[in-house]
């Protein structure tokens, strides 16, 4: 199981005071140290956290994967072009949201996602799809097309009661394993933490998680490289 650390809330930090600290590149490279897969970074349209000079300077600097979520505003996507991240994961984008509240809709949004695909393809970027765990998704996604989607585990994350939480949980694994039958690389991601991150890390056809808050959090307690080595030591048994 890969794991994709997510470094935007070192950024949301920096935020606080408007000054240079801290610094997102410090964060991937610790990252890096602790051995996570690739750094996972949000451009928003607001640029309200990370900024187009983070992500120069991150593709410069780290040598591991660089997966940008972005949404398929043109001006994004035409900094994705001149960025040529590792990957881009489409994420659909609110201005108020406090964080991306689902996935993207792979049937409404057909057109617009396809066109940004494919511009992103054509210029070597491998593109993934962040989306609800649905099957109508992925066979939507089937005809974009792509080979790669990231499930949102937020209801799983969010659930209210044990009930709710397994059928989440039933649902990503149901939808994991289509998607895999069809071909398509499955990974998985948000609101996943300490406590909950275990029955996602079993399911076999993800092989790869995306985690942000939580890691930041714990790392504000016990340090960057430990909070990293914790969540490797528990997706990986
Ligand atoms: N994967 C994607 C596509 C996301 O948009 C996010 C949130 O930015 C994450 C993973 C990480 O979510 P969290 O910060 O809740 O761990």
Redesign the pocket.
Known sequence: MRL?V?I??IASIRQLRGGPEPEPVFAALIAQNAGSDSI?V?LREDRRHIKERDLFLLKEVVKIKLNL?MSIAPDIVEFALRLKPNRA?L?PERRQEM??EGGVDVRKDFKAIKKAAKKLNQNDIPVSL?IDPDKAQINHALEIPVKMV?L?T?RY?NAKTEEQKERALQQIKTVARYAKTKGFFVFA?????YFNVDAIAKIEEIEEL???????CRAAIVGLEEAILQMKHLING
């Open positions: 994709g997510n935007d809330h996972v949000h979520e994961t994420v964080t991306t962040f990231e949102h937020g994350a991601g948000h609101g996943l933490d995306n985690i942000g808050y939580s890691i930041i």
